[in-house]
Structures are given as C-alpha cells and as structure tokens.
C-alpha cells in the first residue's frame, strides 16, 4: 500500500491525539507482537507505536518490517514514535484524500 504525501499528513493529523497501542521492547519483534498488531489494524486502521529504550533496533526499520508483515503502510516515524495504516475493506473510518 502507497500513500500519498496528502494522505499520510491527513492520517498524521488523525493520529496526533492518539496514544501509543503497543511498545516495541528488547525482544523487538516477536511471532506475537505482529499477530497482535494485525489484529489491531484489523480493528482500528490507525495504530501508534513507540519503541522502548531497551530496544537496539532502529525504529525506521521496525517500522517497514511490521509495514511487511502486516500489508499495511508506514504512516510517519519519529524519534521512537511510528504511525501504521491499513484501510479495511468495508466501513473505513478514514475517507483519504485523493
């Protein structure tokens, strides 16, 4: 999934408010945390994550491989912060720009 530069400053407005759903720590990316933010973009679409500073990985990377692993879309990364994206099939919440 690729986002426009439109789409993802409207989606990074969506999430400003947010909190964190779930928190990357020094196991990094286990079995269980990508079944867990499956679901959870399943449900949701919009996800915030922040990585811990126990956690070695580079956050730009954690983020394009849960973005693969789940078929969704790196929103924004900063700092520790990361933004995913992925549109449900029927009753989306988010109406994306063109």
Do not use: W
Not at 23 to 38: F, N, R, W
Not at 48 to 76: F, G
């Amino acid at each position: 999934m690729e986002l426009t530069s439109k789409q993802r400053a409207y989606l990074s407005g969506c999430a400003n408010t947010m909190d964190a759903v779930f928190q990357v720590g020094k196991a990094s990316l286990t079995p269980e945390l990508v079944m867990a933010l499956d679901e959870a973009l399943e449900k949701r679409e919009l996800i915030k994550i922040s990585v811990l500073k126990n956690c070695a990985d580079d956050p730009r990377e954690i983020a394009q491989m849960i973005a693969e692993r789940t078929h969704s879309a790196v929103v924004k990364v900063i700092g520790k912060k990361m933004i995913l994206f992925r549109q449900t099939k029927k009753n989306s919440r988010y109406d994306l720009p063109k």
